[in-house]
């Protein structure tokens, strides 16, 4: 039994007021041949008009992320699928994805997702792969706002926000800290953001930015008795508002527990073996 046919199952009562179920839940070899005779641009056009009528707006944080289909790789195939998500962080809805044939496509994915999503003053959120000023354009020209991560994949831009930072900050607005207890371990995050951009070779090709933040993030284990420690950097169109900057940060990861995660366990996207072409010959080039 397939995880569609589980779903319906369980959700039968439920379905039986939007359907006709007459004949009962269909079952898993039905579902199979229904999506290898669905177009992906079709399913996706009526999906993401679907998600605007019932959401209205998105709200707050929208996090772009990637994630790979493992169970999909082939012998002979260079790798397996590759998908970039769009999650709405507040409204807890999957706004629409994109497949790329490799992780590092996802920069070039990325601004095509994004064209299709509603996403005026929203709040988008991408790890060092998204940043790139192409990615930057296209957000403000959607008349949302970014923060994008900022790794060595930037190199001259992480050393001059590293440097920039090098300074402590004596002003107490530009600063947030947030403590968490729970799960055997206590964390705290120490966000400090800084609107001074003198400290960037070239800030101006990055469309709107305003801010750059630094997040500290220091965690004790109860158990073992160790510390860990991280620094983080990030880019920003945002005004300088710490706590704002902060909370949509610690935002972006609920695309990871709240949409990976149930992809994988609730759904066993992982496990999933498809990889073939379809009937309208799309799996691998849609």
Request: glycine share 4%; with cysteine.
């Amino acid at each position: 039994m397939g995880r569609n046919e589980d779903y319906g199952i369980v959700k039968r009562e439920f379905l039986e007021t939007i359907l006709d179920l007459e004949n009962g839940i269909p079952s898993h070899d039905t579902f199979n041949r229904f999506f290898s005779l669905l177009k992906p641009s079709f399913f996706e056009e009526h999906f993401v008009s679907w998600i605007k009528s019932i959401s209205n707006h998105y709200k707050g944080v929208v996090a772009i992320d990637g994630k790979t289909v493992r169970g999909s790789k082939q012998s002979g195939l260079k790798s397996a699928i590759h998908l970039v998500s769009a999650f709405s962080t507040e409204n807890e809805i999957f706004l629409g994805q994109i497949k790329t044939e490799e992780k590092s496509n996802e920069i070039t994915a990325i601004p095509e997702l994004l064209k299709v999503l509603d996403l005026e003053n929203a709040i988008i959120t991408i790890d060092a792969m998204g940043c790139q000023t192409d990615i930057a354009e296209v957000i403000i020209e959607q008349k949302a706002d970014y923060i994008l991560a900022v790794k060595e994949n930037q190199k001259e831009l992480y050393q001059d926000i590293e440097s920039a930072f090098l300074i402590p900050s004596k002003d107490k607005s530009k600063i947030y800290i947030t403590e968490e207890v729970g799960s055997g371990r206590v964390e705290k995050r120490t966000c400090t953001v800084m609107d001074d951009l003198s400290h960037l070779l070239n800030p101006t090709k990055w469309n709107s930015l305003q801010s750059i933040a630094k997040i500290e993030s220091e965690r004790f284990i109860k158990s073992t008795g160790k510390t860990q420690k991280s620094t983080r950097f990030y880019i920003t169109s945002l005004p300088c508002d710490a706590k704002k900057i902060a909370d949509a940060v610690r935002s972006h990861w609920k695309i990871e527990n709240n949409l990976h995660w149930h992809l994988d366990v609730s759904f066993g996207e992982d496990k999933s073996r498809k990889r073939h072409k379809t009937r309208h010959k799309i799996f691998r080039q849609s």
